[in-house]
C-alpha cells in the first residue's frame, strides 16, 4: 500500500494563480481531510468529507475548494492564491475520523 | 478557531533523558491522540487514547487519557537522537466532535 500520497511536493505561485493540489489515498478509507500548517499553529483543518459525493468546511475553508468523486481521491483547488495561503498542506485520511493516517505534505509559496 | 494548549513549546535535553509534556482543553474530548512529525514529513500517529484514565505504551513512549476528559501526557523514556522531531496531541470531542491539533512540542535531542 502506498498509503497517503500527495503531489506536488512543492509549488510556487503567483498572486491571483489557481492550481489543484492532488490527494490519493489507497486504504479504502472513508474520511479526508486537508489541513495546512503554520508556525506555531499546528494543523488547521480546511476541508474534510465523510465518503464519496460528501464534503464539509472546516476551521480555515476561505478561498479552497473540495470535490470528492470518488472514495480514494480528495483534491483541494486554490481558486485564486494569495500570499496568506503560504503554508504546508497535508492530506489526511482515515477510517473514523480520528486516527488520521497524514500524507507527506506539498509545501505551497504565493508570491 | 479552537486548540489545545501543548506544553512545553520546546525542549533541549541529554540522550537518556526523560520527556513529558502535556495538552490541556477547556473542553471535554473523547479522543485523544499523539503525533509525531520528522522534518519535512507528514505527522505519524503514535498512541490513541479512547478512555478516561487509560494509560497506552508503545515502546519507550507511554500516554495517558486525563481522568478529568481535558487533558493528556506523553512520556518519552530513555530519549534517543531519533526521538527529535515536533510531537503534536490532537483531541477529539468539544462542541464541533473535529479533530483539533495542539500547536506541538519541539524536542531536540543532544548526544
Known amino acids: 500500500n502506498a498509503g497517503v500520497t500527495q503531489t506536488p511536493k512543492f509549488q510556487v505561485l503567483k498572486t491571483g494563480q489557481s492550481m489543484t493540489l492532488q490527494c490519493a489515498q489507497d486504504?479504502?478509507?472513508?474520511?479526508m481531510s486537508w489541513y495546512r500548517q503554520d508556525p506555531g499553529m499546528g494543523l488547521r483543518l480546511i476541508h474534510y468529507s465523510v465518503g464519496a459525493g460528501i464534503t464539509d468546511q472546516g476551521e480555515v475553508p476561505n478561498g479552497y475548494n473540495v470535490s470528492r468523486s470518488t472514495t480514494e481521491d480528495f483534491p483541494l483547488r486554490l481558486l485564486s492564491a494569495a500570499p496568506s495561503q503560504t503554508s504546508v498542506y497535508f492530506c489526511?485520511?482515515?477510517?473514523?475520523?480520528?486516527?488520521?493516517?497524514f500524507g507527506p505534505g506539498t509545501r505551497l509559496t504565493v508570491l | 478557531g479552537q486548540q489545545l494548549n501543548q506544553s512545553p513549546q520546546s525542549m533541549f535535553i541529554q540522550e537518556g533523558e526523560d520527556v513529558s509534556m502535556n495538552c490541556t482543553s477547556s473542553s471535554i474530548f473523547n479522543t485523544w491522540l499523539w503525533y509525531k512529525q520528522d522534518p519535512g514529513e507528514g505527522p505519524v500517529l503514535l498512541i490513541a487514547?479512547?478512555?478516561?484514565?487509560e494509560l497506552t505504551s508503545n515502546g519507550r513512549l507511554t500516554a495517558q487519557f486525563g481522568i478529568t476528559r481535558k487533558d493528556s501526557f506523553l512520556n518519552i523514556s530513555a530519549s534517543i537522537p531519533s526521538d527529535v522531531g515536533i510531537y503534536f496531541c490532537a483531541g477529539q470531542g468539544g462542541a464541533t466532535n473535529k479533530l483539533i491539533f495542539g500547536t506541538g512540542t519541539l524536542l531536540a535531542v543532544q548526544p
Open positions: 486504504m479504502n478509507h472513508e474520511y
Open positions: 487514547l479512547y478512555k478516561a484514565g
Open positions: 489526511a485520511s482515515s477510517l473514523s475520523h480520528n486516527e488520521q493516517f
